[in-house]
């Protein structure tokens, strides 16, 4: 996982403690948590401003989100 990380934007280390206490905090629920930082099937190209996803980027992003999760839409 850490080597997804490499290439993406740089996050302050209180941002990277809070995903890491709020993933911590999930998993104790039993609820499943996948932060999209840095995976490299979601380039900064699919975004419009770095928030907000283009059109195209928003298509390439449900492809992605739908296969990957696909376990829980059943």
């Known amino acids: 996982l ?12 209180r ?5 890491r206490d709020l993933a ?4 104790s629920e039993g609820a499943y948590f996948h932060d ?11 975004y419009a401003d770095g928030d907000h996803l283009t059109g195209e980027g928003r298509i ?3 492809e992605n989100f739908a ?3 696909a376990g829980y839409f059943q």
């Open 2 to 13: 850490e080597s997804l990380h490499r290439t993406a934007p740089p996050q302050s280390p």
């Open 15 to 19: 941002l990277q403690k809070y995903v």
């Open 24 to 27: 911590a905090y999930l998993a």
């Open 36 to 46: 999209d930082w840095g995976d490299r099937d979601e380039p900064l190209s699919l």
């Open 60 to 62: 390439r992003y449900t």
């Open 67 to 69: 296969a990957r999760h």
